[in-house]
């Protein structure tokens, strides 16, 4: 198993950045696929980002490429979310999650991203 702390939320005016961090522990960092998910109030779920073992491949959602990127230091155990440009649209709750197979097996417990126009 591995255990998966985010943090680096909070309140940032539209066009600011924010850099979120999620700390990893328990099994190898880096043998799992990492992934950064948003919920906003009222909506689904939505994957924002995602990132290979060893960082050498990521996707992006559409609606964040261009202004987001995500990386992982497998000494720290740790992955990022670099957010630029920020607009009102991008407020949700953020998560990070793990991947051993098929699906994301682990979940951080969400951090709060607020955006004001």
């Known amino acids: 198993q591995v255990q998966l702390v985010e943090s680096g939320g909070g309140l940032v005016q539209a066009g600011g950045s924010l850099t979120l961090s999620c700390a990893a522990s328990?099994?190898?960092?880096?043998?799992?696929?990492m992934g950064w998910f948003r919920q906003a109030p009222g909506k689904d779920r939505e994957i924002v980002a995602t990132i290979n073992w060893n960082g050498g491949s990521s996707y992006y959602a559409d609606s964040v490429k261009g202004r987001f990127t995500i990386s992982r230091d497998n000494a720290k155990s740790t992955m990022y979310l670099q957010m630029n440009s920020l607009k009102p649209e991008d407020t949700a709750v953020y998560y990070c999650a793990a991947r051993s197979s098929t699906k994301f097996d682990y979940w951080g417990q969400g951090t709060q991203v607020t955006v004001s126009s």
């Open positions: 328990g099994r190898t960092f880096s043998t799992y696929v």
